[in-house]
């Protein structure tokens, strides 16, 4: 089962993904947590590149393949072996990264970025997607107060909001697999969403 978290900024996915992590393996699951974009040597120096803070004048089509490359060395070599080892993967952001970032957030044409992700990931995609869904001012003031600036966070918030509608459109056209989950809350009480969203789902398989 792969499960991919998403959200803006400072949205708390990394600490989620800790949380839920604990308590599948205390259940029993075996449990892989991975990053995006990252993962792999090479996908660890593609991160590099994108997260840098200098000006490199990279065009959004170009950051869109960038992004996908990373996933489509990770998805081959780390994700699809864990998934068939009877893993649950658990994923700091997936494709749906590039089309609310690149996408809703840039302006890329979706159907050009729904082309490269195909290409990248094939039929490996999310089972669920938990995206945690807050008010860009608060992620980033959440950021700015943990010191982790990158060049992304660094746009203004006209294009965090856009990211945010881009997230909830897309949540909106798949209800059945995206569950939106209220991020402005406490830590604990995020876990306790998840959770609850999550075993009827846990129980099924
Ligand atoms: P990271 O430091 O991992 O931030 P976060 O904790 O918010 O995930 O940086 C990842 C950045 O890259 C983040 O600003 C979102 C952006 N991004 C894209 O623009 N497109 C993508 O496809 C992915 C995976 C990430």
């Given at each position: 089962?792969?499960?991919?978290?998403?959200?803006?900024?400072?949205?708390?996915?990394?600490?989620?993904?800790?949380?839920?992590?604990?308590?599948?393996?205390?259940?029993?699951?075996?449990?892989?947590?991975?990053?995006e974009?990252g993962?792999?040597?090479?996908?660890?120096?593609?991160?590099?590149?994108?997260?840098?803070?200098?000006?490199?004048?990279l065009?959004?089509?170009?950051?869109?393949?960038?992004?996908?490359?990373?996933?489509?060395?990770?998805?081959?070599?780390?994700?699809?072996?864990?998934?068939?080892?009877?893993?649950?993967?658990?994923?700091?952001?997936?494709?749906?990264?590039?089309y609310?970032?690149?996408?809703?957030?840039?302006?890329?044409?979706?159907?050009?970025?729904?082309?490269?992700?195909?290409?990248?990931v094939?039929?490996?995609?999310?089972?669920?997607?938990?995206?945690?869904?807050?008010?860009p001012?608060?992620?980033?003031?959440?950021?700015?107060s943990?010191?982790?600036?990158?060049?992304?966070?660094?746009?203004?918030?006209?294009?965090?909001?856009?990211?945010?509608?881009?997230y909830?459109?897309?949540?909106?056209?798949?209800?059945?697999?995206?569950?939106?989950?209220?991020?402005?809350?406490?830590?604990?009480?995020?876990?306790?969403e998840?959770?609850?969203?999550?075993?009827?789902?846990?129980?099924?398989?």
């Open positions: 089962m792969l499960i991919a978290f998403e959200g803006g900024e400072g949205s708390g996915k990394g600490t989620q993904i800790s949380l839920l992590q604990k308590y599948l393996e205390e259940k029993g699951f075996e449990v892989l947590s991975i990053i974009p993962g792999t040597k090479v996908g660890e120096l593609i991160r590099e590149i994108l997260l840098n803070k200098n000006d490199l004048g065009l959004g089509i170009t950051e869109a393949f960038l992004f996908s490359a990373s996933r489509a060395q990770q998805i081959r070599t780390v994700t699809r072996p864990a998934l068939e080892s009877g893993k649950i993967v658990l994923s700091d952001r997936s494709f749906y990264s590039t609310a970032y690149q996408g809703y957030g840039r302006g890329q044409s979706l159907s050009t970025l729904e082309k490269l992700t195909e290409i990248a094939g039929d490996t995609k999310p089972d669920l997607i938990f995206l945690l869904d807050l008010p001012e608060m992620g980033l003031a959440r950021k700015r943990q010191n982790q600036f990158n060049r992304l966070d660094a746009e203004d918030l006209n294009f965090h909001q856009k990211v945010r509608e881009g909830l459109d897309l949540a909106k056209k798949d209800e059945k697999r995206w569950k939106i989950v209220d991020a402005t809350k406490s830590s604990k009480e995020v876990h306790s998840i959770l609850s969203l999550l075993e009827p789902l846990l129980l099924s398989k």
